[in-house]
């Protein structure tokens, strides 16, 4: 006879750091919703400062005091391994130009290889079934991940029989307006988006917040950029060039060149501008954070 287990091993929460997530690991923490075990935060190693600095927060003033253990996971330095020939590399979706002047993009592998791997390789750790170890069927954790109502489309199913995820901002009803209020009213008022740095899905806002209120950070991205014109080290390195040229931003220019300066319409509308140059209209729509299950690449 199979028994099979209706309660999870144990509840983990996908922690992003980003506003959703940051929010769901403070409503457990203050009772409001059943008691997590575990934050999984998964670490590209190339987040800006402030995230970090939210999350070490988050793990000191909410996490900590609730007893909710918080993990760093990773499976490496997304930038390094970028600009490693002897790293294989998952790569990043760049903005390519090819050769006969037409636009392309490189295919997103960094959620997968940065985020999803090593959360679902702690999860199993946690479970006690390390891979490749069998996990008995029926032994399942509950997966929380912050997810609002505005993104609700964004809300998938696991892949594997061990994760069970569950959306309480769903369950709650919540916007991330709302969201954003609760962190507020919590002492979290400038909760950043968590993403790579250099992200090539940016905005051309996120880029310019960048570029004037971190300089370093921005020097950071713009060699990183001028560094992956003919694709990952690695590739050239295995003979496999890139035919074309790749770049960060969407122009498919130069990042210190690239007309970040544009305004958005949602940002045009919101400071009834009419003069100012347009961006093109795909820059409308801000992209979300990044996380493990919902990259903000699935809405690009
Ligand atoms: S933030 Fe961008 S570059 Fe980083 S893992 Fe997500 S999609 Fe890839």
Redesign the pocket.
Known sequence: MTITNTEPAFRCLSLGAGVQSSLLLILAAQGHLPKIEYALFSD?GWEPRSVYAHLDRLEREVAAPAGIKVFRVSSGN?RRDALDPDHRFAS??LFIKNPDGGDGMTR?Q??GE??IKPLKAKVRELLGYPYPARIPAGVFVEQWIGISRDEFHRAKDADVRYMRNRFPLLDLDLTREDCLRLLAENGFPDTPKS??LG???HSDRQWRQIRDQSPEEWADVVSFDAAIRAGSARANATGSPLLGSAYLHRSRLPLDQAPIDRLSRAERRGQQLDLLPLADADEDDEPGG?SPWA???DAA
């Open positions: 590209t997304i990043m979706p997103r960094c959620t940065y985020k993403s790579c992200c090539p899905f990044c990259c903000r690449g």
